[in-house]
């Protein structure tokens, strides 16, 4: 059925529904709304984000969300949701280390992420975005592109200077993806990962000796190797952990050196 086969007094009626759930829309927005603000009265200062958070949120939507809703939709009407609640909380400025690759790509992930109203700030090298969010801690994150091999576009060994120690992985992006599949970017703030269940947990070491596949059997830890350049290598590897984490203790004991959790991550 098109429109124009539907009765004038029936396509009113239908138009004066939807505007009836578009005012009831509208009224439950504000309400969220207030009550974000409650929580963000209750937190401390910093930035005002929480990723693990965001993960469960939009998994228990979109598994409850009724048809015609995808989820797509589903990830679109709710990242907008809480980028105004985040925008609210504080003006936080997002810098984007450039991609060689396509440039706009990330551009474009950043802005479904944080909302059409967030500041973006583009400079050269993914490096020089890392350095913003680390003198910047309370205000600023860092987004970079996924790390890959070594070759053109390669930035993640310089997560082993100290100038960096203080960042970490807090998010993939974007958030929706396969969780076996890599997402396209890093999110890095002067804060801790949260645990969201199926986490993902990026270490770098120095593999002097090759003992990586040993390190990660004897550790009890199920993981790969997805980039190296000697000899810095990054690992995925499933399930939360942390720098304390008797696990990553473990990896250290096997012959890895400098083992470093650079974070975590889980998709929705």
Not at 11 to 33: M, P
Not at 80 to 87: D, M, S
Not at 109 to 133: M, S, T, Y
Request: aromatic share 4%.
């Amino acid at each position: 059925m098109n429109e124009t086969s539907i009765p004038p007094a029936g396509l009113d009626a239908i138009r004066g529904e939807i505007d009836r759930i578009d005012d009831g829309i509208l009224s439950l927005v504000a309400q969220r709304l207030r009550l974000g603000d409650a929580i963000a009265q209750t937190k401390p200062a910093g930035l005002p984000f929480r990723p693990g958070r965001e993960i469960i949120l939009l998994r228990r939507l979109i598994a409850t969300a009724p048809a015609p809703a995808d989820r797509e939709l589903v990830a679109e009407l709710w990242r907008t949701l809480i980028a105004a609640n985040v925008r609210r909380q504080r003006s936080v400025e997002i810098v984007i280390g450039g991609s060689r690759a396509d440039p706009t790509r990330l551009h474009d992930i950043v802005r479904r992420h944080f909302g059409a109203h967030a500041r973006i700030v583009h400079v050269a090298e993914p490096q020089a975005a890392l350095q913003k969010a680390a003198e910047r801690p309370d205000d600023c994150v860092a987004v970079t592109p996924w790390p890959t091999a070594p070759g053109v576009g390669s930035w993640w060994p310089a997560l082993s200077e100290s100038r960096f120690a203080r960042l970490n992985l807090i998010a993939g992006l974007p958030q929706i993806g396969p969780a076996d599949a890599n997402p396209e970017a890093c999110m890095f703030a002067a804060m801790a990962p949260e645990e969201a269940g199926q986490d993902v947990t990026l270490i770098l070491a120095f593999d002097m000796h090759h003992r990586v596949q040993r390190a990660l059997k004897e550790a009890g830890l199920e993981g790969k190797e997805v980039a190296r350049s000697e000899p810095r290598i990054m690992l995925r590897v499933e399930g939360f952990l942390t720098q304390h984490d008797p696990r990553t203790a473990a990896l250290t004991a096997q012959g890895l050196e400098g083992v470093r959790v650079v974070g975590s991550y889980a998709r929705a």
